[in-house]
Nanobody, 117 residues
Framework: QVQLVESGGGLVQAGGSLRLSCAAS????????IAWYRQAPGKERELVAA???????NYADSVKGRFTISRDNLKTTVYLQMNSLKPEDTAVYYC???????????WGQGTQVTVSS
């Protein structure tokens, strides 16, 4: 079993930046997509950003131009650089790794991001 551990969350003022990290306990093979999701109180979990094994990226409209997803060369750690943060970005952020053909789906425990106005 693979563990995903997120870090980097915290409290920041509006307009500030945070960098989230998601580290896997071991290298994961046959990965299709690595993504960051978030869930705010009373709302459904939503996709924030994703990167495919080929390096293609996509972002939620609400974070385009402000957030950047990246990964290290060994593909054991994925990052989410969050700039120009807004109070509406407040949520628990989760890392997700999906395998090809739906073979597996791993989730981290989440990290809290709170943006004050």
């Amino acid at each position: 079993q693979v563990q995903l551990v997120e870090s980097g969350g915290g409290l920041v003022q509006a307009g500030g930046s945070l960098r989230l990290s998601c580290a896997a306990s071991r290298r994961i093979f046959s990965v299709n997509t690595i993504a960051w999701y978030r869930q705010a109180p009373g709302k459904e979990r939503e996709l924030v950003a994703a990167i495919t094994s080929g390096g293609s990226r996509n972002y939620a409209d609400s974070v385009k131009g402000r957030f950047t997803i990246s990964r290290d060369n060994l593909k054991t750690t994925v990052y989410l650089q969050m700039n120009s943060l807004k109070p509406e970005d407040t949520a628990v952020y989760y890392c997700n790794v999906d395998g090809v053909l739906g073979r597996f789906s791993y989730w981290g425990q989440g990290t809290q991001v709170t943006v004050s106005s």
